[in-house]
């Protein structure tokens, strides 16, 4: 039986330890320290102001540059800090948020960050530049220092009464405009049920050109969409982005593109505009089949 040879004093020392081997990356420059996200708070209570302040302070990756208490503050401060983001109430004296908003999303991202919740106000916020819209009460320490950081990077954030509201705005806006479209369409020699269906918008049914001299109705049941993909369809017919569709539904990025894989599928579009075309009723090939 051969046995290794025990390891001498002299070999174990000629081993070099681990434990005392010079670092080979020891004087390569360590990188940088990223550079802290630079915030404006604009409301017009000092309590809130400080709270805010405080909070996002006590992150090493985040600085508040300057406060202010009104719109024409905040745009002051905004064209001499140049922020990464700012945070705006809506209802400030003087200059409001809204009034203040369009000017200062040409400089940075705007959050509007208030206790205002009505549609028309979260409608305007997002046509004027808003990048998000957070309801005070809607959402944790946590969730307000994320929302800053996605929206800096170009992600947008809404809680969830901001995100109802755009929703039920959007709803009633595609209505009104069933509406308005069977209103000036003239019904021809259609039959009373195909009047009715016509005038039926919440049914899912618009008119969309002509076919045997009179308008051809489409009926989106026929898509066979889920609820959550007709609500999808919705948003993407109104212009938003993947995005902007994730923050408004609480959802992934993924998950809205596998959404709209199925809805391309069920729809036989390959492009936004083909598949809208169809949901909307102006697609030139709505009154035919699918098959």
């Given at each position: 039986m051969?046995?290794?040879?025990?390891?001498?004093?002299?070999?174990?020392?000629?081993?070099?330890?681990?434990?005392?081997?010079?670092?080979?990356?020891e004087?390569f420059?360590?990188?940088?320290?990223a550079t802290?996200?630079?915030v404006?708070v604009?409301d017009?209570?000092?309590?809130?102001?400080?709270g805010?302040t405080?909070?996002l302070?006590?992150h090493?990756?985040i600085?508040?540059v300057a406060?202010?208490?009104?719109?024409?503050?905040?745009?002051?401060?905004t064209?001499?800090?140049r922020?990464?983001?700012v945070l705006?109430?809506?209802?400030?004296p003087?200059?409001?948020g809204?009034?203040?908003?369009?000017?200062l999303?040409g400089?940075?991202?705007?959050?509007?960050?208030?206790?205002?919740q009505?549609?028309?106000?979260?409608?305007e916020?997002?046509?004027?530049g808003?990048?998000?819209?957070?309801?005070?009460g809607e959402f944790?320490a946590d969730?307000?220092?994320?929302?800053v950081r996605?929206?800096?990077?170009?992600?947008?954030?809404f809680t969830?009464?901001?995100?109802g509201?755009?929703?039920?705005r959007l709803?009633q806006t595609?209505?009104a405009t069933?509406?308005?479209?069977?209103?000036a369409t003239?019904i021809?020699?259609a039959?009373?049920?195909e009047?009715?269906?016509?005038?039926?918008p919440?049914?899912?049914q618009?008119?969309?050109?002509w076919?045997?001299?009179?308008?051809?109705a489409?009926?989106?049941?026929?898509?066979?969409?889920?609820?959550r993909?007709?609500?999808?369809?919705?948003?993407?017919?109104?212009?938003?982005?993947?995005q902007?569709?994730?923050?408004?539904?609480?959802?992934?990025?993924?998950t809205?593109?596998?959404?709209?894989?199925?809805i391309?599928?069920?729809?036989?579009?390959?492009?936004?505009?083909?598949?809208?075309?169809k949901?909307?009723g102006?697609?030139?090939?709505t009154?035919r089949?699918m098959?």
């Open positions: 051969n046995a290794h040879p025990a390891t001498t004093r002299e070999e174990a020392a000629a081993v070099p330890d681990d434990r005392t081997t010079p670092d080979p990356f004087d420059p360590q990188p940088a320290p802290p996200l630079r404006v604009a017009d209570n000092p309590v809130v102001r400080a805010l405080a909070l302070s006590a090493p990756d600085t508040v406060e202010a208490e009104d719109g024409r503050a905040a745009w002051e401060a064209r001499r800090h922020p990464d983001v705006l109430d809506v209802r400030m003087g200059v409001d809204l009034s203040a908003l369009p000017h999303a400089i940075a991202p705007v959050l509007m960050l208030t206790y205002s009505e549609s028309e106000t979260v409608q916020a997002l046509r004027r808003a990048s998000g819209y957070l309801v005070h944790t969730q307000l220092v994320a929302a996605d929206v800096t990077a170009g992600s947008a954030h969830p009464t901001a995100a509201a755009l929703l039920a709803r595609k209505s069933a509406h308005a479209k069977n209103a003239p021809g020699s039959t009373s049920s009047k009715l269906s016509q005038l039926q919440d049914m899912g618009l008119t969309s050109g076919t045997g001299g009179r308008p051809a489409v009926d989106r049941s026929r898509f066979q969409l889920s609820t993909e007709a609500e999808i369809m919705d948003l993407i017919a109104s212009g938003m982005t993947n902007q569709i994730a923050a408004a539904c609480f959802i992934s990025e993924k809205v593109k596998n959404h709209i894989n199925r391309f599928a069920k729809l036989h579009s390959t492009s936004r505009a083909e598949a809208t075309a949901w909307l102006t697609a030139p090939d009154s089949g098959g």
